[in-house]
């Protein structure tokens, strides 16, 4: 069983700063690309950041260069920080990891249970 847990979200004031961490537990024995989307109300779920198991990252046009996605491998987390926050980022954030389980299973993709991040003043 594999479980990925979200924290970091809250209240935040317009133009600061958060971390959201993503833990991965149970099963891995394989830990692959990591990465974070977020879904605001009333709008579909989207990409904001991605890194592979080289540390390689990607970015929404929304949030490069206030963004940044790192990775813990030796304690299976995923971290994004993001500054500059705006109400428009307001939304539930959820992570997502390609996870092998066995050398004999192929990685599928799990998610954390999502966490709110709100900005306004």
């Known amino acids: 069983q594999v479980q990925l847990v979200e924290s970091g979200g809250g209240l935040v004031q317009p133009g600061g700063s958060l971390i959201l961490s993503c833990a991965a537990s149970g099963s891995i024995f394989s830990l692959n690309a990591m990465g974070w989307h977020r879904q605001a109300p009333g709008k579909q779920r989207e990409l904001v950041a991605t890194?592979?198991?080289?540390?390689?990252?990607d970015y929404a046009d929304s949030v490069k260069g206030r963004s940044t996605i790192s990775r813990d491998n030796a304690r299976n987390t995923v971290y994004l920080r993001m500054n500059d926050l705006k109400p428009e980022d307001t939304a539930v954030y959820y992570c997502?990891?390609?996870?092998?389980?066995?050398?004999?299973?192929?990685?599928?993709?799990?998610w954390g249970q999502g966490t709110q991040v709100t900005v306004s003043s």
């Open positions: 890194i592979n198991s080289g540390g390689r990252t």
């Open positions: 997502n990891a390609l996870i092998s389980v066995s050398a004999w299973n192929m990685p599928r993709d799990y």
